[in-house]
């Protein structure tokens, strides 16, 4: 797309006095900033028109997510479409600086961590490669939340994100379909974002849904005068759309959740089929052959007995023709080994929103149960895999059996999935099996937030073809040897660093030293992600530096970000914790010139574009075993941070891709993390392991406050006692302590070195093209969707 300054400006100026009715020179900020993206919406329509057509006439893939963190819009599009320097320059003499404008959008509260994050990277690397691919899922109005702190504890507050308007996006009023429950009817209305990619004409769609009531308000109650009776039935349809993972520790929760599911899964199925009926005189039974449908994790596997529904009552197909059609559709992308999200419901919540569904998954459920008695499985097997069974419906159970693909996301994720997880399903169909290591995308995720860097790169590998290759990176590996190159490395990470110091004085009002490590841990709050650990060992450090002022101990700034499950309390204790380390450790003139310790507020998308490329250390520091793949980690390997991790995830393949001398790597190998599990105590390392004792007793010994909340003891008891329910320390924060604690020493030294530690960051930033999710969505299109490129 070619402009000039010229027309861009006259365009802008148009839409400001539309939109707003006043001149550049007289407009608040927020009415420029909407104007410049009504204008770049202006230029990309006729291509984004021109795509939706070409892709009618292919094979298509069509992703189903509960979440899509697509972060801000408005420079994302830009460096897409190759504008950012022309409107840079246009913005300028309407007197205006692009940087500032930046900061008028809002994050669009879409989701919450990793899942919706690469959702959402899988979109930009489709566009950029020009698959047919259509994300769909839900246009929550207050996302998950807005994290505030008080006194430490974390508060949820709504986070409204459309209140003043979004200009990325289109409502599809033509589309809208009708959603049937047993107690209501709902309409489902999209409204489409345009998904830009990198280099090409192609624009991609992002289709999100939101419910409006089939029946308006009851004006006769209204009209006398009850009001709140008048207007109930919206607010319980408004309630699908409302908020992203709605709390469900109540039964009611769950219920919630189950309806948001089938709310979009129903929505976006209606659509599919009814373009493909269209299309193709109203034969259903060819689907397979047109349409590949990715559900990412269990949130949309209703989708399986939806399908079943529609083709069956909608358009008369068999069971058996339908059955075919359906297993041939679908894949499921399994994100986690944890049983707490493999979601199982109960029956009663399918019973009483849709029995006619329940009725689909019985009948489903009778057909492997004949099928795994076929296959030689005795009864209490079956009764373990069946995708129903006391009392419940297993929606992975449901996925590995209905599905036609079933993967993981690292490589040892995967091998976790066929060994222990999903063992029996693999022995049943290991043809339906893969592994699809995670991406991110190069363009937001170092194009974007790191230009710097990324002009340096242009610069030494010879030209910008590493944005849509970034394998291209690796022939200039060995250019680590350079001395003055890595020196121009070390410069502009210490220029990211002052920049993240003054957003984080002007966000945080703490004052950080931009020349010490900088150690990041971001990412969403779980006992399995240990914050707690590295929480616990940065007490020891500053326990250390308190009875020895002259330890030699680097300077380092600890930075988390992170969102708690509102329900989630002992997730919310570990921040309360974390919160009162920072008071102790900021406000002690002893130590505070030589480490400091920032929980920044409300994590998302836009404040991981300013960590992301000032970090020096990643922490990756997951339970063995528990975290799936991870892409934060590839994020900080992209802008030349170290990781510190666990043998867990995508941190193994780091390490392969990187080499042993360029990360730091602790604690034990999964394979042999179920024996140490069989003898842990960790009362003997609390015992024995020196300081220890002294960083966990500050739970209950006074040193730090909870509030009188018990959060502190819950955490305490949690680590040395179990419960009835759950032993002692089931994440193996302290068995992994002193090992943790040695592997930061080394890292720490190692960094004195500036010129050794900037060969290993440029190693990292060089290995980084498998970890791009151009490479991983080359292998689903290829593996899983069988879709080519349709280039406009």
Same mark, same amino acid.
């Given at each position: ?30 009415? !420029? ?19 939706? @057509?070409? *892709? ?29 320097? =022309? ?20 994050? /669009? ?9 690469? $959702? ?21 109005? *207050? ?77 006769? %109650? ?7 009776? $008048? ?5 319980? &349809? ?5 908020? @992203? ?56 596997? =209703? ?21 075919? &059609? ?15 999200? %493999? ?54 159970? +449901? ?6 693909? &079933? ?43 790191? /230009? ?30 350079? #001395? ?50 590295? $929480?616990?060992?940065? +007490?020891?450090?500053? !326990? ?36 009162? =380390? ?16 920032? !929980? ?40 030349? $941070? ?11 393949? =780091?390490? #392969? ?6 990360? *730091? ?20 390392? *609390? ?11 500050? @739970? ?28 002692? #320390? ?63």
């Amino acid at each position: 797309m070619k402009y000039d300054i010229a027309s861009v400006k006259e365009k802008i100026q148009a839409h400001l006095m539309a939109e707003s009715a006043c001149s550049a020179d007289r407009c608040q900020p927020h009415d !420029f900033w909407l104007a410049l993206s009504r204008t770049i919406m202006e230029l990309l329509a006729p291509a984004w028109e021109k795509t939706d @057509l070409a *892709y009618e006439k292919t094979r298509q893939a069509h992703y189903l997510s509960a979440e899509f963190l697509i972060g801000r819009s408005l420079v994302n599009n830009l460096v897409n479409l190759e504008l950012y320097d =022309i409107v840079k320059q246009a913005t300028a003499e309407l007197g205006y600086d692009i940087r500032e404008l930046e900061e008028q959008e809002t994050d /669009p509260g879409l989701g919450n961590g990793g899942l919706g994050r690469l $959702a959402a990277c899988f979109l930009d690397s489709c566009a950029t490669s020009n698959y047919p691919v259509t994300g769909y899922g839900i246009l929550y109005r *207050y996302g998950l939340f807005r994290q505030e702190f008080e006194n430490g504890f974390q508060k949820e507050f709504p986070d409204a994100w459309m209140e003043r308007g979004y200009p990325f996006m289109v409502r599809r009023e033509q589309d809208r379909v009708r959603v049937h429950y047993q107690d209501m009817d709902v309409y489902a209305v999209p409204f489409d974002i345009p998904v830009t990619g990198y280099g090409t004409d192609n624009v991609n769609t992002l289709r999100l849904w939101r419910a409006e009531p089939a029946e308006e308000f009851d004006f006769n %109650l209204f009209n006398s005068q009850r009001f709140d009776d $008048a207007v109930i039935s919206r607010n319980r &349809v408004n309630d699908i759309y409302r908020v @992203l993972y709605p709390n469900d520790t109540s039964y009611d929760g769950k219920v919630l959740r189950v309806r948001q599911q089938y709310f979009f899964v129903s929505a976006s199925l209606q659509t599919i089929l009814k373009k493909h009926a269209a299309l193709h005189e109203n034969d259903l039974s060819e689907l397979d052959q047109w349409h590949s449908i990715q559900l990412n994790d269990t949130h949309p596997v =209703i989708a399986i007995p939806e399908l079943m529904r529609l083709l069956t009552n909608e358009y008369d197909l068999s069971w058996d023709q339908a059955w075919s &059609v359906t297993k041939k559709v679908f894949g499921y992308t399994n994100h986690t080994i944890l049983a707490e999200a %493999l979601e199982k419901w109960d029956i009663g919540i399918f019973q009483f929103l849709f029995p006619w569904i329940l009725d689909i998954i019985y009948r489903i459920n009778d057909m492997f149960r004949a099928e795994a008695h076929a296959a030689g499985l005795n009864e209490d097997r079956i009764n373990y895999l069946a995708p129903v069974g006391d009392g419940k419906i297993h929606m992975a159970w +449901l996925a590995c059996y209905g599905a036609k693909s &079933v993967n993981g996301v690292a490589a040892m994720h995967t091998d976790i999935l066929k060994r222990e997880t999903l063992r029996e399903f693999y022995e049943l169909w290991p043809e339906k099996f893969s592994n699809k290591t995670n991406g991110v995308t190069p363009r937001r995720w170092l194009r974007m937030c790191n /230009p710097e860097l990324s002009s340096l790169l242009t610069e030494v590998s010879g030209s910008a073809d590493w944005i849509t290759d970034l394998s291209q990176l690796e022939a200039i590996e060995p250019r680590r040897e350079n #001395d003055k190159l890595m020196q121009r490395l070390i410069d502009i990470k210490r220029e990211n660093k002052k920049k993240l110091a003054e957003y984080i004085w002007q966000t945080e009002k703490i004052k950080i030293n931009p020349d010490s490590i900088l150690d990041v841990q971001i990412k969403r709050l779980h006992e399995y992600k240990r914050q707690l650990l590295n $929480a616990l060992e940065i +007490l020891d450090e500053y !326990f250390t530096l308190k009875d020895n002022p002259e330890a030699d101990i680097v300077p380092t700034t600890w930075i988390f970000g992170a969102k708690a499950a509102p329900g989630y309390f002992r997730a919310k204790a570990i921040i309360k914790f974390i919160n009162e =380390i920072a008071q102790l450790v900021n406000n002690d003139p002893d130590v505070h010139d030589r480490i400091k310790v920032v !929980f920044m507020h409300n994590y998302n998308v836009s404040k991981a574009e300013k960590i992301f490329p000032a970090a020096d250390v990643s922490e990756q520091i997951s339970t063995v075993g528990m975290e799936a793949s991870g892409t934060g980690n590839m994020k900080f390997m992209m802008n030349g $941070a170290l990781t510190l991790g666990t043998c867990d995830g995508a941190n193994v393949e =780091i390490a #392969d891709t990187v080499g042993m001398d360029n990360c *730091y790597v602790f604690g034990c190998k999964v394979e042999d993390f179920a024996a140490t599990k069989g003898y842990y105590n960790p009362r003997w390392q *609390y015992e024995n392991i020196p300081g220890l004792k002294r960083c966990v007793d500050t @739970l209950v010994d006074g040193t730090l406050s909870d509030g009188n909340t018990g959060m502190f003891q819950d955490i305490f008891n949690g680590l040395l006692n179990g419960s009835s329910w759950q032993p002692a #320390d089931p994440y193996y924060v302290l068995g992994d302590f002193d090992d943790f604690r040695r592997t930061r020493k080394k890292l720490q030294q190692d960094y004195k070195d500036q010129l050794k530690w900037a060969r290993k960051c440029w190693t990292n930033i060089t290995m980084s093209g498998k970890f791009s999710s151009d490479r991983t969505i080359e292998e689903y299109t290829s593996e899983i969707w069988h879709v080519k490129p349709c280039q406009i």
